[in-house]
């Protein structure tokens, strides 16, 4: 039952000893809202925390680290992995002279490395991301995925116009290759990511400038400016791609922060929603996948698993696929009225 809230802060509840199932094992629960990465870790390293979400090197961490101080005889945190549709992607807006040139966008789409981002970036804890779709989905399109090719990235960039100066940066018609990119203050993940590709984008011959602020600061910037996003639902399609890529939500909120648009793939999105039939619902989202390989509105870079590391005084604790949105509802803590003590 909730006993308090704090809004942007904390959450504070107590075990109802009415519940339907029995009264919970554990009595008082309290969800604390640090946005802050590093802070989170090192909270739950000091005990302050009992658990928490955490990017892979510093979830790492955690593994050969005592419990904090008073845990039970156990000694230790065990870390949970959730297997996601959480995917990282940077969005291209068409309303842009260097990101709405689809060449640009093409070039930027073979041009990043999604597999050394996996294994550098989340340390394996993930897969490459051709789009909102995990590769393991049965709504994944086969032969989509895209191969890392800088040197075919490079001559899609020539044969469009786009030569490079001295700098090695490329121009068009006066227009320099080059954009800024946002992504969250705190955010490993995403600092990360905006990183890799900035470096990837570089060897191409595209300058990104990346700028780390909040989302109060990002958001009035994002019809010119690119941004480290995140998205991703494991519900029907429909919930994450009608959401992303429909061109009448272009620019609502972070409904298509790309303002993606693209008739076909609208024509698609409403075929989808609108039949009840799966093979046709297949084949319509199927022709959303393919058009995002000629017309990329976004660059998709990898799906993430997300990785909790909690005390290791509490037995029952499982995971389940999630969405790209965590926190109460998801990780161990989904069902934490079953939690039980670990026998000492």
């Not at 954009?179 to 595209?206: C, E, M, N, V």
């Not at 400038?209 to 480290?228: F, Q, Y």
């Not at 976004?298 to 790209?324: A, K, M, N, S």
Request: proline share 7%.
């Amino acid at each position: 039952m909730l006993t308090a809230w704090s809004k942007g802060e904390k959450l504070s509840f107590k075990a109802n000893p009415g519940y339907w199932g029995g009264e919970p094992a554990v009595e008082k629960f309290t969800m604390t809202v640090v946005k802050d990465d590093d802070v989170r870790a090192t909270r739950l390293r000091s005990g302050e925390l009992d658990g928490a979400i955490l990017p892979p090197n510093l979830a790492r961490g955690f593994e050969k680290d005592p419990a904090r101080p008073g845990a039970p005889p156990s000694g230790s945190r065990g870390m949970y992995a959730a297997k996601t549709f959480d995917y990282r992607n940077v969005t291209l807006p068409t309303h842009q002279p260097v990101t709405g040139d689809v060449a640009v966008r093409q070039a930027l789409d073979i041009a990043v490395d999604r597999t050394t981002m996996v294994d550098e970036l989340l340390e394996g804890a993930g897969r490459p991301a051709f789009g909102p779709v995990p590769t393991d989905s049965p709504w994944f399109t086969a032969g989509t995925e895209r191969r890392h090719d800088l040197d075919r990235a490079k001559r899609i960039l020539d044969e469009a116009g786009w030569k490079a100066g001295d700098d090695g940066i490329r121009v068009k018609d006066g227009v320099r290759a080059s954009f800024p990119l946002w992504y969250t203050s705190g955010d490993k993940i995403r600092q990360d990511h905006a990183l890799a590709f900035a470096s990837d984008a570089k060897k191409a011959g595209i300058e990104v400038k990346t700028e780390a602020g909040t989302w109060e600061v990002i958001e009035p910037r994002m019809k010119t400016d690119a941004v480290l996003a995140g998205g991703g639902s494991p519900a029907d399609p429909d919930f994450d791609q009608y959401l992303l890529l429909t061109s009448s939500l272009g620019g609502d909120g972070f409904n298509n922060m790309a303002r993606y648009d693209n008739q076909a793939v609208d024509r698609a999105l409403d075929e989808a929603r609108r039949s009840g039939d799966p093979a046709a619902r297949k084949a319509a989202y199927d022709t959303v996948q393919r058009e995002l390989v000629k017309d990329p509105g976004y660059v998709f870079l990898t799906h993430i698993d997300h990785l909790y590391v909690v005390d290791d005084r509490w037995e029952g604790l499982t995971t389940q696929v999630e969405p790209h949105d965590h926190g109460l509802g998801s990780g161990p803590w989904w069902n934490v009225e079953n939690w039980k003590p670990r026998a000492k």
